[in-house]
């Protein structure tokens, strides 16, 4: 309850609710759905300020939000959108609903104890032949920790992951491709480090 409060209260600042998708995503869902297939699904699994939906709509005829924080979902309120209340480890959709998840910067901030359940549920939740595209953020990032120590997100916690142990996190599947992204804050000494997993089952 005390995370979900942190987040709540995140998401009542103006500069958390970002408003255009990441790059990242971007072109991957140019490349691998360029078209819209009939009756598709995706699932943005931790929408937060919601910056990823509309284009996610461009790319799959049914959308599905969801997010743990109430301030969150009251942020977007597209009729064709579904949206649902929901923490991880625990979905509320049925076996083999969703050809792509979307899970942005979302995993590293569960419990130790609720990752590896919450990926056995996600990998539940997702198609034959569907894909994961996800973050999980690097040790090497020195910009969390600060937000988790004195910043928006203090009273929160946080996993911070080596490659080795976040490719590790999805053995078994069919296909994962790797990449990083590090990006050092402006007039800052800090840096943001995320590992990019595109994964399918």
């Known amino acids: 309850m005390a995370n979900q409060n942190v987040w709540d209260n995140h ?33 943005d699994l931790g929408a937060g300020s919601g910056r990823h939906l509309p284009l996610l709509q461009e790319h799959f005829e049914h959308v599905y939000a969801c997010d743990f924080s109430r301030t969150s979902l009251s942020l977007y309120s597209e009729e064709k959108l579904h949206k649902a209340q929901a923490k ?7 076996d083999n609903s969703f050809d792509f998840i979307l899970c942005w910067g979302v995993l590293h901030y569960l419990a130790q104890e609720e990752i590896a359940v919450a990926i ?21 990032d020195t910009h969390l920790k600060s937000q988790l120590s004195a910043g928006d997100l203090r009273e929160g916690h946080a996993r ?5 142990e976040a490719l590790t996190l999805f053995e078994g599947v069919s296909q994962i491709k790797y990449g990083f992204i590090l990006r050092q804050i402006l007039d800052e000494e800090l840096v ?8 399918k089952r």
């Not at 911070?160 to 080795?164: D, G, H, R, V």
Request: contains cysteine; glycine residues 2%.
């Open 11 to 43: 998401y009542v600042r103006s500069r958390a609710q970002q408003l255009y998708p990441d790059e990242n995503v971007v072109r991957l869902l140019k490349k691998e759905f360029a078209a819209v297939a009939a009756k598709s699904c995706a699932l």
């Open 88 to 94: 991880l480890p625990e979905l509320p959709y049925a």
């Open 120 to 140: 056995a549920e996600i990998r539940r939740v997702l198609k034959p032949n569907g894909s994961i595209f996800l973050t999980l953020r690097s040790d090497k």
């Open 160 to 164: 911070l992951f080596s490659k080795e």
């Open 192 to 199: 943001v480090a995320h590992h990019v997993l595109w994964v």
